[in-house]
C-alpha cells in the first residue's frame, strides 16, 4: 500500500509529514512528536485518544480540562451529552499510515 503522494500535513505543527503518521478522525499526526497529549506532551501511541477542536489531549487531561465532575460524588460525568463519547478514540480505533517517502 503505498499511499497517496502528495501532501499529508499534520494537524499539530502544520509540516508535512513523511514516514509514519498516526491518523485520528480525518487528521494525520506525525508519529514521533506530534501524537501527544497538548498538555502534558504523553505520547498518545499506546493509550485512549481525546479529540477536541482539533486538538489531542490523554484521557486525564481532557477529562480534567472538558468534562464536567458532579458536585456530589466528584466522578466525572461522561454522559453529558453524546459529544463527549463521539470525541473518544479506543487505542484500537485509531490507524497508523506510513506515508511514502522519497528516498
Ligand atoms: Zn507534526
Ligand atoms: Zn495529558
Redesign the pocket.
Not at 37 to 42: A, F, K, M, Q, V
Given at each position: 500500500m503505498g499511499g497517496e503522494e502528495g501532501s499529508s500535513v499534520c494537524g499539530k505543527c502544520k509540516e508535512e509529514i513523511t514516514g509514519q503518521a498516526m491518523k485520528a478522525k480525518d487528521t494525520l499526526y506525525h508519529a514521533e512528536g506530534c501524537f501527544v497529549?497538548?498538555?502534558?506532551?504523553?505520547d498518545l501511541r499506546n493509550v485512549a485518544v481525546y479529540c477536541k477542536d482539533g486538538q489531542l489531549?490523554?484521557e486525564?487531561?481532557?477529562k480534567t480540562n472538558f468534562v464536567p465532575k458532579c458536585a456530589k460524588c466528584m466522578e466525572y460525568i461522561l454522559e453529558v451529552s453524546g459529544l463527549i463519547i463521539n470525541y473518544s478514540y479506543s487505542v484500537s480505533s485509531l490507524s497508523i499510515y506510513r506515508l511514502s517517502t522519497d528516498v
Open positions: 497529549c497538548l498538555t502534558c506532551s504523553t489531549y490523554c486525564k487531561d481532557y
